[in-house]
T-cell receptor
Framework: AQTVTQSQPEMSVQEAETVTLSCTYDTSESDYYLFWYKQPPSRQMILVIR??????QNATENRFSVNFQKAAKSFSLKISDSQLGDAAMYFCAYSGEGAQKLVFGQGTRLTINP | NAGVTQTPKFRVLKTGQSMTLLCAQD?????MYWYRQDPGMGLRLIHYSVGEGTTAKGEVPDGYNVSRLKKQNFLLGLESAAPSQTSVYFCASSYSAATSYNEQFFGPGTRLTVL
């Protein structure tokens, strides 16, 4: 079974600085997707960025980018120019073949200091 | 489009009571999912459905039942609620495997407390 591990329960960063959230996963599949979801205090799960495993190029969405290391099974999220609105729980998630079930990590609570 | 909606948003039950959580989506998605979220554990899959009339067990199915009688609805039932089922429940939906992005769209969640 696939597993996803987020080893940083909490992180904090100064506004306008850069922060990197870590995620590692374990799988025997060759074709899969990786995601970062943001959960603000409203509880709504918001997709931040996704990466297809067969693509070598790291995904980027405005201030959010990933460092995907397939051989190391690592998928970190970098947030540049941090903003107060980035404060939230961030979940790394894996989706493999078949029914697209998501396997989530434990989450990292990100605090932005003004 | 309303996206994915969940009813109710909050509920308090006594041990042994039953209830049904309703999830509805208006995006014509084939796949639907129920997750539970507990502190420090992320979201865990309870049951899922790959189409109308089909259901399958996820990671933590015990104590729950589901039904998908209509494509747009996915019901989660608790026949005899236990305090261990106190959690936040999320419904999600996605396109079939024929598409490339596998993105799941989430509802706003239901906070359930079992006393």
């Amino acid at each position: 079974a696939q597993t996803v591990t987020q080893s940083q329960p909490e992180m904090s960063v100064q506004e306008a600085e850069t922060v990197t959230l870590s995620c590692t996963y374990d799988t025997s599949e060759s074709d899969y997707y990786l995601f970062w979801y943001k959960q603000p205090p409203s509880r709504q799960m918001i997709l931040v960025i996704r990466q297809e495993a067969y693509k070598q190029q790291n995904a980027t969405e405005n201030r959010f980018s990933v460092n995907f290391q397939k051989a190391a099974k690592s998928f970190s999220l970098k947030i540049s120019d941090s903003q107060l609105g980035d404060a939230a729980m961030y979940f790394c998630a894996y989706s493999g073949e078949g029914a697209q079930k998501l396997v989530f990590g434990q989450g990292t609570r990100l605090t932005i200091n003004p | 489009n309303a996206g994915v909606t969940q009813t109710p948003k909050f509920r308090v039950l006594k041990t042994g009571q039953s209830m049904t959580l309703l999830c509805a989506q208006d995006m014509n998605h084939e796949y639907m999912y129920w997750y539970r979220q507990d502190p420090g554990m992320g979201l865990r899959l309870i049951h899922y459905s790959v189409g109308e009339g089909t259901t399958a067990k996820g990671e933590v199915p015990d104590g729950y039942n589901v039904s998908r009688l209509k494509k747009q609805n996915f019901l989660l039932g608790l026949e005899s609620a236990a305090p261990s089922q106190t959690s936040v429940y999320f419904c999600a939906s996605s396109y079939s495997a024929a598409t490339s992005y596998n993105e799941q769209f989430f509802g706003p969640g239901t906070r359930l407390t079992v006393l």
